[in-house]
């Protein structure tokens, strides 16, 4: 991991591609190979031994779910120091020319609306690579389309940002341009559960379905309290025998009793199968809410051609 005199010498920035909470990312051009790759630079909070161990070891489960062709390729790791002394991460990222959102965008931009069989593809390689994520316990907690990389051409979907925000880095600074988006989070996060199950990302993964079928958010709220009277608004307000132990979440109050709605008038054009599996994507309660495997196997996927995907 170590490196020679600036992490930056093996790279040739060619632009700043994005900056998030935790820092900035450029597409960049490795020297040695020629390869244009995507760059992570994170800050450290150091410890006395250096790096600390839960970098290592979120790094470590980065490398490990990188086997996954769902999941973006961290392909190295290297170490420098900025201006300031401070160790900086750089991590070396396969690059992915677009991302969901912008997908979105275009389809929306021309009045279009994505194929049905687009759909498909990008939804069961969504729930592969959540499985994936899943069956080696971790849980990514922040899934929408912005974190779905792609491929425009051969429509390969893989996930990014993973597990990364929570042991590598500190946020830098507020980005105030970049408010943190609650549109695709679930219910009980919102309530203020302190116990996360795969659950919460599959929430993620319905909103995220609802988005590419009508090529706008199911629930645009832009408040905590606003974004679950939007979800109430359509599902119905929830209650114990809903959902036993909902009046018991932190963030729990009394609230407006709305009757719930058929799915599909949110979602008018897609099929009974489609319709059905989001439907359990939208449970309330979070055991009760489909898994990412079990989506995989459902009826709607029947007609899909899985060999390649």
């Known amino acids: 991991m170590e490196f020679p005199k600036s992490a930056m010498d093996a790279f040739e920035k060619l632009e700043k591609v994005g900056e998030g909470t935790y820092g900035k990312v450029y597409r960049a051009r490795d020297k040695a190979t020629g390869q244009i790759v995507a760059l992570k630079k994170t800050r450290l909070v150091e410890d006395d031994e250096g790096v600390p161990s839960t970098t290592l070891r979120e790094i470590s489960i980065l490398?490990?779910?990188?086997?996954?062709?769902?999941?973006?390729?961290?392909?190295?790791?290297?170490?420098?120091?900025?201006?300031?002394?401070?160790?900086?991460?750089?991590?070396?990222?396969?690059?992915?020319?677009?991302?969901?959102?912008?997908?979105?965008?275009?389809?929306?931009?021309?009045?279009?609306?994505?194929?049905?069989?687009?759909?498909?593809?990008?939804?069961?390689?969504?729930?592969?690579?959540?499985?994936?994520?899943?069956?080696?316990?971790v849980l990514h907690r922040d899934l929408k389309p912005h974190n779905l990389l792609m491929d425009r051409k051969t429509l390969m979907l893989k996930i990014a940002d993973l597990g990364l925000a929570r042991a590598v880095t500190v946020p830098l600074k507020q980005y105030t341009h970049e408010i943190l988006t609650l549109w695709y989070r679930a219910p009980e996060v919102l309530l203020g559960t302190t116990h996360y199950s795969t659950a919460v990302d599959m929430w993620s993964v319905g909103c995220i379905f609802a988005e590419l079928v009508t090529n706008t958010a199911i629930f645009a709220g832009d408040s905590e309290v606003q974004q679950l009277l939007h979800i109430f608004r359509l599902l119905g307000t929830p209650n114990e025998e809903i959902w036993p132990g909902v009046s018991k979440l932190k963030d729990w109050h009394e609230y407006p009793q709305w009757k719930p709605q058929k799915v599909s008038t949110a979602v008018p054009n897609l099929d009974a199968n489609g319709l059905n599996l989001l439907s359990k994507m939208f449970e309330y309660e979070p055991s009760r809410r489909i898994s990412a495997r079990k989506a995989m196997e459902h009826p709607y996927f029947n007609d899909l051609d899985k060999t390649h995907l």
């Open 63 to 137: 490398r490990m779910l990188s086997r996954d062709p769902h999941v973006v390729k961290l392909m190295d790791v290297k170490q420098g120091v900025n201006k300031s002394g401070n160790t900086v991460l750089y991590l070396v990222f396969e690059y992915m020319e677009t991302d969901l959102k912008k997908f979105i965008r275009s389809y929306r931009q021309h009045g279009d609306n994505i194929p049905p069989q687009v759909i498909k593809s990008l939804m069961y390689q969504l729930c592969k690579g959540v499985d994936f994520c899943h069956s080696h316990g």
